[in-house]
């Protein structure tokens, strides 16, 4: 048969399992203790915080645009929403930031759940351009409301922000978590059709798959995380300000780590966080140009690895890391070196 | 067998553009039911009013009982229709298995574990058993249809759609298609096949429609439909050059 070249093809090797998963919880604890045992200087602590929170975000912008198709442009109306929580929260009533934060998340996803009504009627360019519409009114609503100093902006108060030491365990934490809540979704029934809608969406409804309720959920997820990223954002600048908390900066962050790592790949987003920070932190020596530059770098990825870092290096190597791939033969805890064996 | 599906008089067609008139026809249970007719002629609007793209302005179709002439199509899929799309739309990205397996849990409501085995017998209905692993997106052509065809049957349908899959294949592969749908009859599935190519008509379908502007000029045993002086008139003439061109 013609076909025999490809049916001879080695099955893609998965990265993932037991010794992954130990793989994954020896980074952690050792994330965790080099944060509470001080042997972090508080410099690579703040970098580290904002490489985990920026992977937090773009694998929350990955899920939406990645999996079901719905490319926001509007996601910094999540950040701004929180930021502004935790001020008001703090500042005005003099309150805890946790409050502040729970507060922002839950008005994040209230906020969501009645954007998706009008939203989810849209499609494509409509939707990317809807989001960015609603969340520059949002930010010219609060660039005019007197209760949140209109543009003035907001400090946190001082007796709530917590130390960098501090603020890099929840950033950890929410990170961790963030990454979990992916890996589990996408283990899931609905994260099944998730993967179906990612390469065809139409073709994944006429044979079952409930587009809506995928939508929804995701949205809702997405908006959650980002408002909690956001909040903790907040947290470590000190202060909100409707441009610079409302600012389209922030999407574009996430679209260009999700570039980077490689769309619909969940190891994508985290390479492409630490990518980001690095980059973004480095081209502050040329303010002016770190745009541009940024800019030409997703650009020429775009051209020349279409499917990000993380997505062309699976293809050329034929692996898959924290793949939800499905086997036909009921899993059997291996090692890597007998995954290749399969056949 | 009594009848699986009816089109009573159905009239249908896309905003004010009507191209259905009056059709009328019914597949009996376990039957192979071809449709033939030339270009325009309504085969696929047929096929899109069946799975509910479009709502008939009149008439009403029955489906093993049901009256599904309003009905969404996810509820169609779910009592039982599965279609496949003309060129083919795998998930690319996922691996052969796994396009069935989405069409087993959501389209069939089965949990993972139990929608393997309905995945892997569909797989093995459309010889696509030693292919399992590969990514969809490396399929041939004739492979990609069969995976249609393999999705479709994921979500466990009475009706199978077959909306032309022996389009764009060499002779060979045409042989294999009809191979597979007579073993597709063989395990009980009714079927409804639109095709062009006319051997596999006369060669694998039980009863034969030719439509006409979006009527039905003639059903009956396939030789006869084909034989007769109508379909001469509006199909064959034109077809039988077609196929001295390939």
Redesign the interface.
Known sequence: MENNGIALRKPVKILDGIPMLIICIVICIALYILGITKTFSNNTMRYLLKIFLYITMGEMWNLMSGFTGMTSLGQQVFVGIAGYSVAVFTSTFKMSMWLGLLVGAVIGVVFALLLSLILFRMRGMYFAVATWLIAEAVRLWFNSWRFVKQGAGMTIATSQIPKVRELYIYALTLCIIALVVVYILLRTKTGLGLTAMRDDADASSSVGVNIFKSKLLCYLICSLFIALAGGMFALQKGSVLPSSSFSIDWTVAMVFIVIIGGVGTMAGPILGGIVYVILSEFLAHFPGWSNIILGAIAILVIIFLPDGIIGTLQKKLNFEIFSQKRLSEPKKVKGLKEKANMA | MGNILTFDHIDAGYGRVQILHDLSFSVEEGEVFGVIGPNGCGKTTMFNAL?GLIVPNHGTITFNGHNITKMK??AR??LGIG?T?QVP???????V???V???A?????H??KTG?QV??DALKLTELY??????AG???LL?RKRLEIA??L??EPKLLLLDEVAAGLTEAEVQDVIKMVKNLKAAGYSIIWIEHVIQTMVEATDHLMCMSEGHELLIGEPRPVMDSKEVEEVYLGVEEEDEEDE
Do not use: Q, W
């Not at chain 2, 849990?105 to 409501?109: I, S, T």
């Not at chain 2, 030693?130 to 990514?135: A, L, T, V, W």
């Open positions: 799975i199509p996810d899929c779910h279609r799309y739309r795998p998930f690319e990205g996922m691996s298995y796994e396009n397996l989405v069409a849990v959501h389209g069939a409501n949990n993972e393997r995945a892997l030693d292919k399992r692993e590969i990514r490396e399929l041939t492979d999705r479709a994921g979500t």
